[in-house]
Each structure stands twice: as C-alpha cells, then as structure tokens.
C-alpha cells in the first residue's frame, strides 16, 4: 500500500459547479453541495433446491441531492416558462473537485429533473445565505476526467 497524505485525498470544498439550462451554461444557481450516485436495479432470485439467493445487476438509475444558492432567477424563470406551457429545461449538472496532487475528477448529469425548486424564503431571525435543496434524478451522466493513480 502506498503512503498517501491526507492532503492529496480532495475535500468537499476544492471544487465548483456549474448547471446548463436549454443548451447555454448559466449561472442560474450556486452550487452549496452536490451528492450524486447511480442505483442498482438488482434482480434476486433462489433457484428450485438451493439454499443461496443469487443476484444479478440489470440495469441503473441516477439521484441525488443538491443544495444550492439562489443567485439568479434562471432557474425561477425556466420553471415559469415550464408552467406557461413549454418544456421542462433541459438540466445538465456538471462539477469537478480537485487537488494538485490528485488532479481533478470531473462529472457531468445529463436530463436532471430537480423534483422541487425554491424560489427563496424570508427568515426575520437570519442573516445567513439563502440555501434551497432539492432531491434529483439524472439520465445520464460521463466522468470528463479522473484522479490521478
């Protein structure tokens, strides 16, 4: 096993993010953090006259979590359009973490559905950032690039 320092393992905050709305890249949001994954969809099943389950993956699904700033009204807007009867924006999610001894893994998700979207609250007991957060599912996603090693 090779030695590795804590500091070439990246922190959750060496990164950015970024979120395209109907093909152009815009700041609609400010990425606070971001948790995505891809499920299994697991079929099980014990055959006649064995003891052991057996198991096989057929196929998977993206989600996630997300917690944003709202610094635009992009995303506000887009939902506007969606309600007035357009279409739902086309979602991309793209962000990277990196360090200069690891370098930098890269992620894009592709046809994100955001399953709710804030519009901002009021808090007369907060001076704090106004944070929104929301469950998301994605089609697709492609590492653009990995760690090093």
Same mark, same amino acid.
């Given at each position: 096993?090779?030695?590795?320092?804590?500091?070439?393992?990246?922190?959750?905050?060496?990164?950015?993010?970024?979120?395209?709305?109907?093909?152009?890249?815009?700041?609609?949001?400010?990425?606070?953090k971001v948790d995505a994954?891809?499920?299994?969809?697991?079929?099980?099943?014990?055959?006649?006259?064995e003891r052991m389950t057996?198991?096989?993956?057929?196929?998977?699904?993206?989600?996630?979590?997300?917690?944003?700033?709202?610094?635009?009204?992009?995303?506000?807007?887009?939902?506007?359009?969606?309600k007035a009867g357009g279409?739902?924006?086309?979602?991309?999610?793209?962000?990277?973490?990196?360090?200069?001894?690891?370098?930098?893994?890269?992620?894009?998700?592709?046809? !994100?559905?955001?399953?709710?979207? #804030? @519009?901002?609250?009021? =808090?007369?007991? *907060?001076?704090?950032?106004? !944070?929104?957060?929301?469950?998301? #599912? @994605?089609?697709?996603? =492609?590492?653009? *690039?990995?760690?090093?090693?």
């Amino acid at each position: 096993m090779s030695d590795r320092t804590l500091s070439s393992i990246p922190s959750g905050h060496d990164g950015q993010g970024y979120v395209t709305i109907g093909g152009r890249v815009v700041e609609a949001l400010r990425i606070r953090k971001v948790d995505a994954r891809v499920d299994m969809t697991k079929e099980s099943k014990r055959f006649l006259g064995e003891r052991m389950t057996r198991n096989a993956v057929r196929g998977m699904s993206g989600s996630g979590n997300l917690s944003w700033y709202n610094s635009t009204s992009a995303l506000a807007q887009a939902m506007a359009e969606y309600k007035a009867g357009g279409e739902y924006p086309q979602l991309t999610l793209q962000y990277y973490a990196e360090t200069p001894s690891a370098g930098r893994q890269e992620v894009i998700l592709r046809g !994100v559905i955001l399953e709710n979207v #804030s @519009f901002g609250a009021l =808090d007369d007991g *907060s001076d704090e950032s106004q !944070v929104c957060e929301s469950p998301f #599912s @994605f089609d697709d996603f =492609d590492i653009l *690039s990995a760690y090093n090693g």
